[in-house]
């Protein structure tokens, strides 16, 4: 937490905070081959001072950044090694997994497969596996599949962040799995912000599209490309860590690279722009995601252009602009820059981000892990329904720990 991406975890970690849980998030260890990384790596050397000093409270949570003899990628052969990856590790200095304090945790609430030897160690508390990716995919990792098939068997509670990771979760488990998607920090990217003089933005705000995020391989390059040359009167700002992989597209005269951007900036950044790009290429990871920037754009405002799949296409937001491909692309923000200028238009799609918050999210998921420690059938649970904000779902008594 406090890192360059703020992911799913981070946020319901603080949303189950907000509902007066007792929260422990415990991020993907380090291992010994992050040394040579805090050379250079500014959040490499913050995870590790986190460890040296036995963890830190962010924003109500206690985050925890365990230590790893070794990478996955050098346990993952085997299945004994798989399990030491997340068990022979040290907590803390001189402490070793027990100074995690999961035996005092009411649930487990994980979403990060490589934990699988921590899900089959603690097994008395009630196990909800919350997959946001199709991680396989995503990481060219077929070995994930073994650690996540065991995750499947011990978690009491499958849930899913899209329909096709959801489908993925039952062919491994043969049980059903819960769809939910991923939600939005509301307050933070509706609320109005002061321009920040800090960027040296191209152009006029109405002629400004903002991608904000990774530049890995399932970025879309060829759908910008494509958006950018078509559309020459435009500015296309690409801002997240990394931007540097697609300097084929910074050569590009109406496209800028920003670099990070703190999110607590992020909210500036997007109302300073009147369209959202999220330009997705052909891996085939892409056809599990449940991005985050849908409605963190709606809430800010902007109608999104997006290259859509299938599952995309299922939001009910009266903002997005899908494009079928990436020749399509460009006229999918054409028509995000004319959504951009109908106030009623773009006022609706923040509302509708509105419904989609991490706390009625938090609150769901707080329920679901009652019906696990109560031993019952889940398969009814309706994960649509929210209650108001104020209301706190059924206690888990104690602690809860995020395991992401």
Request: hydrophobic share 45%.
């Amino acid at each position: 937490m406090s890192g360059p991406f703020v992911v799913g975890s981070h946020h319901l970690a603080a949303a189950l905070v907000r509902l007066g849980h007792t929260v422990d998030h415990i991020s993907a260890p380090l291992s010994l081959g992050h040394l040579a990384l805090a050379m250079r790596d500014a959040h490499v050397r913050t995870r590790w001072r986190r460890w040296l000093r036995g963890g830190e409270r962010v924003g109500g949570v206690q985050e925890l950044v365990p230590l790893t003899a070794l990478p996955w990628s050098a346990m993952r052969r085997s299945r004994v090694l798989m399990n030491a990856y997340s068990t022979l590790l040290l907590a803390k200095p001189l402490r070793g997994a027990g100074g995690l304090a999961l035996d005092a945790a009411d649930c487990l609430i994980v979403d990060e497969p490589r934990f699988v030897g921590l899900v089959c160690k603690h097994h008395r508390q009630a196990i909800i596996y919350r997959a946001t990716d199709l991680y396989a995919q995503m990481r060219g990792d077929p070995t994930v599949l073994d650690a996540e098939r065991v995750v499947c068997q011990r978690a009491n509670v499958l849930v899913a962040t899209s329909r096709p990771v959801a489908a993925h979760l039952s062919a491994l488990s043969q049980r059903e799995a819960h769809v939910m998607t991923n939600g939005v920090d509301f307050e933070h990217f509706a609320s109005p912000q002061v321009p920040s003089l800090t960027w040296n933005l191209p152009g006029r705000r109405e002629t400004r599209a903002l991608y904000v995020g990774s530049f890995d391989g399932r970025f879309g390059v060829t759908a910008v490309r494509s958006a950018a040359t078509e559309l020459p009167d435009k500015s296309f700002i690409l801002a997240g860590p990394g931007s540097e992989a697609v300097s084929s597209l910074l050569s590009l005269a109406n496209v800028i690279g920003l670099g990070a951007v703190k999110y607590e900036q992020l909210p500036a950044l997007m109302q300073q722009c009147s369209v959202g790009l999220l330009p997705l290429s052909e891996h085939s990871a892409n056809a599990g995601r449940s991005p985050m920037k849908l409605y963190e754009y709606a809430a800010a405002r902007l109608p999104i252009a997006v290259t859509a799949t299938d599952e995309i296409r299922q939001h009910t937001l009266p903002t997005l602009c899908p494009a079928s491909d990436d020749r399509t692309f460009a006229e999918a923000v054409r028509r995000a820059f004319e959504y951009a200028v109908d106030p009623s238009l773009v006022n609706a799609g923040c509302e509708r981000a509105r419904d989609e918050s991490w706390v009625s999210k938090a609150r769901r998921l707080a329920e679901l892990a009652v019906v696990a420690r109560d031993g019952k059938n889940p398969a009814g649970a309706h994960l649509g329904e929210t209650a108001p904000e104020n209301e706190r779902a059924d206690s888990l008594s104690r602690h809860d720990s995020v395991l992401g």
